[in-house]
């Protein structure tokens, strides 16, 4: 009933930058929460940065202060800004959302393709 697609990753060199976007679609009441997940080689998939219908963000220490996530709510979709990219950063980016669909009383979490993110240095 919903679907995540997210925006292609790519090769960036380090310091450079990327805008990854996802767009929720779908039988959508309400999306409670939509953010990126991460997951290096050796790494545990880590949180990268959350955004709330109300505003609210959050980020991971590892990010904070270069990566920035946005919302437009009228298109049910978020951006997420990195710059000063880091080899650090070279993951599998996976767009998350918590929404509720029009069919459901419960919010449930949905996940999207995944996209690699390169960083070169």
């Known amino acids: 009933q919903v679907q995540l697609v997210g925006s292609e990753g790519g090769l960036v060199q380090a310091g450079g930058s990327l805008r990854l976007s996802c767009a929720a679609s779908g039988s959508i009441f309400s999306i409670n929460a939509m953010g990126w997940y991460r997951q290096a080689p050796g790494k545990q998939r880590e949180l990268v940065a959350r955004?709330?219908?109300?505003?609210?963000?959050y980020y991971a220490d590892s990010v904070k202060g270069r990566f920035t996530i946005s919302r437009d709510n009228a298109k049910n979709t978020v951006y997420l800004q990195m710059n000063s990219l880091k080899t650090e950063d070279t993951a599998v980016y996976y767009c998350?959302?918590?929404?509720?669909?029009?069919?459901?009383?419960?919010?449930?979490?949905?996940w999207g393709q995944g996209t690699q993110v390169t960083v070169s240095s």
């Open positions: 955004i709330t219908t109300g505003g609210s963000t």
């Open positions: 998350h959302a918590n929404i509720r669909d029009r069919g459901n009383l419960r919010s449930f979490d949905y």
